[in-house]
């Protein structure tokens, strides 16, 4: 078999299974562990999949710049938002992590909605200008330009001072197994942070991210309590995370 025929192997194995266990090809194809994983490699340097220990899981196709995210799955997203904007309550302290499908739900909100919405996105904040009913908390750090979100030690300290009745979280991958990733060390700490100071977690995840795994892990599937998926994603790409403790909502 050719290079090229055993790398698009692996990646439809990737589409089918979720994830390629390079012992169990090797002996598949009878060649050696090593040719396997050196097929991995090249494909991980060309960003078309994650090594984990012992093989490879899909990568998220959604780390790219947020300008480029804005252009993808946009009826699903909107859809997603309008599930998200459902989930809000007057009088509700509501912390909104940066991405596009949580830009879905300030679009989504009701006209006369009254919550504090707390954010690190000035995406988000801006969104909000023409919402005279919604107190907005903007939490100032870094720039992550990538995300359009504040980072480190200043965002940091300000989380810290906060006790919110719900977090969106924003991820690139949720994956039953190895949870809740995105692709930025200093941002997966932050969204770990505004976790903790929230007294429940919401993601929103168009069907890319289901299964696909990025580099940094945020959290496990069971550190949320709603994971909103599109309408139409099949029953069996949610049925792993069934077990996990989580409430699984279907927009539209």
Known sequence: MLTSQRKRLILDRLAQDGQVVAKQLS????????????????????????????????????????????????????A??????????????????????NLEIIRH?????????IT???????????????????????????????????????IARIRADLFFLGVTGVHAGEGLTTGDMEEAAIKRQLMTASA??????????????????IGGIGEISTLVVEGGVADERVAAFAGSG?????AG
Request: overall charge neutral; proline content about 5%; aromatic content about 2%.
């Open 200 to 217: 429940e977690t919401a993601v929103l995840a168009t069907s890319d991210k289901l299964g696909a795994v990025s580099p940094f892990r």
């Open 120 to 158: 690190h996105s000035p995406t988000i904040a801006v969104a909000l200008e023409d919402r005279p009913d919604v107190d907005v908390v903007i939490i100032g750090g870094k720039l992550f330009r990538h995300s359009m979100v504040a980072t480190g030690a200043l965002a940091a300290e300000a």
């Open 109 to 117: 909100l009701p006209a006369q909605a009254r919550f504090t919405a």
């Open 27 to 78: 002996h598949e194809l009878a060649l050696s562990e090593d040719t396997i994983r050196r097929d991995l490699r090249e494909l991980a340097a060309e960003g078309l999949l994650l090594r984990v220990h012992g093989g490879a899981m899909p990568v998220s196709p959604t780390v790219v710049p947020i300008a480029e995210r804005r252009s993808l799955s946009r009826d699903a997203k909107s």
């Open 246 to 250: 989580v409430s699984i909502l279907r």
């Open 80 to 101: 997603l938002g309008k599930a998200g904007a459902a989930m809000i309550r007057d009088g509700m302290t509501v912390v909104f992590d940066g991405g596009t499908s």
